[in-house]
């Protein structure tokens, strides 16, 4: 589950805006700007993030060109995950009280490794927001299908720890993250070689060794 905080939760950090340095002639020397003078063809002659800042990341948006992108266009970035979640939470969870925890939490983690991997080559805004929505839709089977799957194997008297352990780890692992890139690189995309460790990982130790939910089999009388 925490693997989705590599990338899904780390929206943010994909498409944080670096500082920039502006150029008002050719040759004139560079100065740092504010973005919506950067963006004024009338005053600026060209435009490039400020290596020296402490808050340029190399992420979306410098791979897709979103440095001059509209506040609206900026903001349905992490809609289209919302979105997509919202709209897998009518299918996923549905499916997994009729099908099973495990198959639907594979489903959704398989599709969570294909949205992973194609987020390191997109290029497109459009493909972006494709790419997010579907992000949500796995979201639903490989968080939410995950935690009751990992829930009920779990003795009651330990389930609500358990699920407070589950948010510890997700807590530290966000803490990681940010000092990851304060502190050793502010290369976004290792987020996502991270996610698709651990997602692999999961996926297979999953599909080996994890049988399916107790509780779903002794609710459908499958025992």
Known sequence: MVCGA???YSI??????????????????????EHDTACDKGTTYAYKPDPNAIDTLDNWVGQVGLYCTESFEMSMIGSMFFVGTF????ILPRAADIYG???LFLIGLSLYICV????????SLYMLYFLL?????????????????????????????????????FGI???YIALQFWFITKDVFVNN?????????SLVTVTIYMPESPRFLFSNKKF
Request: charged letters at 10%.
């Open 6 to 8: 590599f990338v899904l």
């Open 12 to 33: 943010s950090y994909f498409t944080h805006l670096p500082p920039l340095l502006c150029q008002k002639t050719e040759g004139a020397p560079w100065e740092s700007c």
């Open 87 to 90: 709209s897998g939470s009518f």
């Open 101 to 103: 925890r495990k198959p």
């Open 116 to 123: 992973v991997i194609a987020l390191y080559f997109v290029k």
């Open 133 to 169: 929505f579907l992000g949500g839709i796995s979201e639903t089977g490989r968080y939410y299908v995950a935690y009751v799957y990992a829930i009920e194997f779990m003795p009651q008297r330990v389930q609500d720890s358990t699920g407070l352990y589950i948010f510890l780890v």
């Open 173 to 175: 692992a966000m803490t």
């Open 193 to 201: 070689w991270i996610a698709l460790c651990l997602a692999l990982i």
